[in-house]
């Protein structure tokens, strides 16, 4: 069973940066493609990035498109997520995922989920 395990949360300025960390076990890591989504108080788990199998292709949602970088190590079991010019709307819970399709943004094609990582904007 594929255990996913989000880090790196915690309370930061407006138009400062954070990185996340997504610890995934298993031996099948690099056969899945990667995902960030987030859920803010109220509101629906909104897709963020994702990343394919070798790292090679990318893909984010608009609001965060220039701002934050996904990027994986295979050899490590981890998927990150660079996050800069932190705005307060970015304030959520964030949770890693694994899928076995590349290119989609629906919560359904996501599998294993982590418990999420708090991320706080502050003004």
């Known amino acids: 069973q594929v255990q996913v395990v989000e880090s790196g949360g915690g309370l930061v300025q407006a138009g400062g940066s954070l990185r996340l960390s997504c610890a995934v076990s298993?031996?099948?890591?690099?056969?899945?493609?990667m995902g960030w989504f987030r859920q803010a108080p109220g509101k629906e788990r909104e897709f963020v990035a994702a990343?394919?199998?070798?790292?090679?292709?990318?893909y984010y949602a608009n609001s965060v498109k220039g701002r934050f970088t996904i990027s994986r190590d295979n050899a490590k079991n981890t998927v990150y997520l660079q996050m800069s010019s932190l705005k307060r709307e970015d304030t959520a819970v964030y949770y890693c995922a694994t899928s076995h399709t590349y290119g989609s943004m629906k919560v359904t094609d996501f599998g294993s989920w982590g418990q999420g990582t708090q991320v706080t904007v502050s003004s």
């Open positions: 990343i394919g199998w070798s790292g090679l292709g990318t």
């Open positions: 298993g031996r099948t890591f690099s056969s899945y493609a």
